[in-house]
């Protein structure tokens, strides 16, 4: 615990990695098109299955078979309904997708398959050791959308957004860079509002309630997303933008 109270970050991984059995044809996809998208495991991978030696940066815009403009990171992807839609609309754009759940890589594999996205690369698990391997200034975006929320106060360690995480996507996003999060649980928005918009280089850009309780207009509804509009609970979707490196306060 630090001296503001917030809880130590917890870095050991608590969510699924497997669920049911997969489907054949996702299967399929694991042998043939996964080895082709998967980055390299961290450094710091905690199954001591490394492949980049610490201290290895990766130049993101060269991880795709041709030229991108720019590179957007999604944390937690889930069955990649938004990183697959927002893939296909920005064809420009590299994507970079982190989930370490199987069932959910399998559902986003079928979705590269079938539309054949080819501006999307895979980190299998834990996003957090990854990150380590990225250059200053790299990603224009950053989606972190329904994440885990673990509302107990004990577990709030294990959330992503945590002063130490917000520094690293501080780190990684270009000047005027966008941070996404969306939630519905309220307990996990008033902890982002509570650390982000006071880290120095976030600004929260909502002028009023419009902005947090609609979806951006370019984003498409997710699996998460689509479960607490059916069971009644309003989304929140906050903004924040990177602030310029020579203004950060
Ligand atoms: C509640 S689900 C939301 C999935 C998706 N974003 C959606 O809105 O439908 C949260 C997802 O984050 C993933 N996740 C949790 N911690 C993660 C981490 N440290 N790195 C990458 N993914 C993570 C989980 O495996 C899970 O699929």
């Known amino acids: 615990m630090s001296a503001d109270n917030t809880p130590a ?4 991984f608590y969510g699924r990695r497997k669920g049911k059995r997969l489907k054949p044809m996702q299967e399929a996809l694991f ?20 492949e980049l030696a610490e201290g290895v940066v990766l130049d993101p815009m060269a991880l ?14 889930g069955g990649g309904e938004h990183m697959a839609a927002q893939a296909a609309a920005n064809p420009d754009v590299g994507f970079i997708g982190a989930e370490p759940f199987l069932n959910g890589i399998g559902k986003l594999l079928r979705k590269v398959d079938a539309q054949g996205l080819d501006n999307i690369r895979l980190y299998g698990d834990d996003v ?7 250059p200053d200034a790299c990603l224009e975006k950053v989606f972190l959308l329904f994440p885990d929320p673990w509302p107990k106060a004990r577990h709030a360690g294990r959330r992503f957004v ?12 270009v000047d005027g860079g966008e941070f996404r999060v969306a939630s519905d649980d309220m307990t996990y928005v008033r902890w982002t509002l509570r650390h982000a918009p006071v880290h120095p280089a976030f600004q929260w850009t909502a002028q009023g309630p419009s902005d947090w309780r609609t979806r951006w207009p370019d984003a498409i509804e997710s699996r998460y997303e689509a479960k ?19 203004t950060e306060g």
């Open 64 to 77: 795709f078979p041709r030229p991108v403009r720019a590179v957007w990171l999604e944390i937690g992807y």
């Open 162 to 173: 945590s002063p130490h995480n917000l520094d690293v996507v501080a780190r990684l996003l």
């Open 9 to 12: 970050v917890d870095t050991r």
């Open 128 to 134: 957090r050791p990854f990150l380590d391997h990225l």
């Open 228 to 246: 607490a509009l059916r069971q009644g609970r309003q989304p929140k979707y906050l903004q924040f933008l990177r602030r310029p490196r020579d």
């Open 31 to 50: 042998e043939t098109l996964f080895p082709r998208l998967v980055l390299p495991r961290a450094a710091k991978d905690p199954y001591g299955k490394a």
